[in-house]
């Protein structure tokens, strides 16, 4: 691929290269208590109900039931080459943000205050989503928002969450962790807010040294949509001095695709030195891989189908 092939694969809306026989690919997909936007489908309660039940046997028969049907429209939409927004097996789901503070809007999307009952029931789903063979998921779950997200719903898009370490370790980490240590997620969302003054999707320390480092995270990160434009917007994190420099410091911290189109940019980023093209590589590598274990690409995409 050249350079700016490999970019376009790192935005949502992920174009087809004929070429090279890659069909066009879209990243965005929601599942949080049932699959959304794409016609007819099993809806079950808010995830905010479904914790209340507590019953991880039951969340996980849930997650089964919402990546059978993802897997359904997929394979329904690729029979009638539809490559659009919510029919993808990226399913950006569950919602584990801590629900501290009444004034986020989407508190009924989480499982709730409790950093134990979120990391179990995240388990569960991620499990029922993806199924049971590592090597050919069903659908890859995306668990979000990493980290630190649920404040008020006003200043989201730039508040600073200056936790405690102690609150962090106890309160906001542990259901991500679980998520990916026991649950295997393969994708994991970024937030828009800042962590102790950097951007969650342009931050090492949370990207790099606790998802891939102490974690041993192998999947791919999306960002919130429009996190990596908030990141030099006036109204966003006042971070990055213009989007080319936004877009390299979130791929340098580890965020491989981003909703939105933030990412053209990075062509003039790496003639400009701001990033090397080996780093925009390794993005679109654990893109690729996710794709082929999906069984979205080629021979493998036909036999799913059948």
Same mark, same amino acid.
């Given at each position: 691929?050249?350079?700016?092939?490999?970019?376009?694969?790192?935005?949502?809306?992920?174009?087809?290269?004929?070429?090279?026989?890659?069909?066009?690919?879209?990243?965005?997909?929601?599942?949080?208590?049932?699959?959304?936007?794409?016609?007819?489908?099993?809806?079950?309660?808010?995830?905010?109900?479904? !914790?209340? /039940?507590?019953?991880? $046997? @039951? #969340?996980?028969?849930?997650?089964?039931?919402?990546?059978?049907? =993802?897997?359904? %429209?997929?394979?329904?939409?690729?029979?009638?080459?539809?490559?659009?927004?919510?029919?993808?097996?990226?399913?950006?789901?569950?919602?584990?943000?801590?629900?501290?503070?009444p004034r986020w809007g989407r508190g009924q999307e989480?499982?709730?205050?409790?950093?134990?009952?979120?990391?179990?029931? !995240?388990? /569960?789903?991620?499990? $029922? @989503? #993806?199924?049971?063979?590592?090597?050919?998921?069903?659908?890859? =779950?995306?668990? %979000?928002?990493?980290?630190?997200?649920?404040?008020?719903?006003?200043?989201?898009?730039?508040?600073?969450?200056?936790?405690?370490?102690?609150?962090?370790?106890?309160?906001?980490l542990p259901a991500f962790r679980t998520s990916i240590?026991?649950?295997?997620?393969?994708?994991?969302?970024?937030?828009?807010?800042?962590?102790?003054?950097?951007?969650?999707?342009?931050?090492?320390?949370?990207?790099?040294?606790?998802?891939?480092?102490?974690?041993?995270?192998?999947?791919?990160?999306?960002?919130?949509?429009?996190?990596?434009?908030?990141?030099?917007?006036?109204?966003?994190?006042?971070?990055?001095?213009?989007?080319?420099?936004?877009?390299?410091?979130?791929?340098?911290?580890?965020?491989?695709?981003?909703?939105?189109?933030?990412?053209?940019?990075?062509?003039?980023?790496?003639?400009?030195?701001?990033?090397?093209?080996?780093?925009?590589?390794?993005?679109?590598?654990?893109?690729?891989?996710?794709?082929?274990?999906?069984?979205?690409?080629?021979?493998?995409?036909a036999d799913r189908r059948a």
């Open positions: 691929m050249t350079l700016e092939e490999k970019i376009a694969q790192m935005q949502n809306a992920s174009v087809a290269i004929p070429r090279l026989g890659i069909p066009a690919y879209n990243w965005w997909n929601e599942g949080l208590h049932g699959i959304a936007r794409s016609g007819y489908a099993t809806v079950f309660p808010q995830a905010i109900g479904m !914790a209340a /039940a507590w019953d991880t $046997g @039951l #969340q996980q028969r849930i997650g089964t039931a919402v990546g059978t049907e =993802a897997r359904a %429209k997929y394979n329904q939409a690729i029979r009638e080459d539809n490559h659009s927004v919510y029919y993808g097996l990226t399913v950006w789901s569950p919602n584990i943000n801590i629900f501290r503070d989480t499982y709730g205050e409790d950093p134990y009952l979120t990391g179990r029931v !995240a388990v /569960a789903y991620v499990r $029922g @989503l #993806q199924g049971d063979d590592p090597d050919r998921p069903m659908v890859i =779950a995306t668990p %979000k928002h990493f980290a630190v997200h649920s404040g008020p719903e006003s200043s989201r898009h730039h508040f600073d969450a200056t936790p405690t370490a102690k609150d962090l370790e106890e309160t906001y240590t026991e649950g295997h997620a393969g994708s994991l969302m970024c937030a828009y807010n800042k962590l102790d003054g950097t951007p969650a999707c342009a931050n090492v320390k949370l990207l790099a040294s606790t998802l891939r480092e102490a974690w041993h995270f192998r999947g791919f990160v999306t960002s919130d949509c429009g996190a990596v434009y908030d990141m030099a917007s006036a109204d966003g994190n006042h971070f990055a001095q213009d989007q080319e420099h936004a877009s390299a410091l979130a791929v340098r911290a580890g965020t491989d695709t981003t909703c939105g189109t933030e990412y053209r940019h990075l062509a003039d980023a790496v003639r400009d030195g701001l990033i090397q093209e080996s780093e925009v590589d390794a993005a679109v590598r654990r893109l690729f891989t996710a794709r082929f274990l999906l069984g979205t690409l080629g021979k493998d995409e």
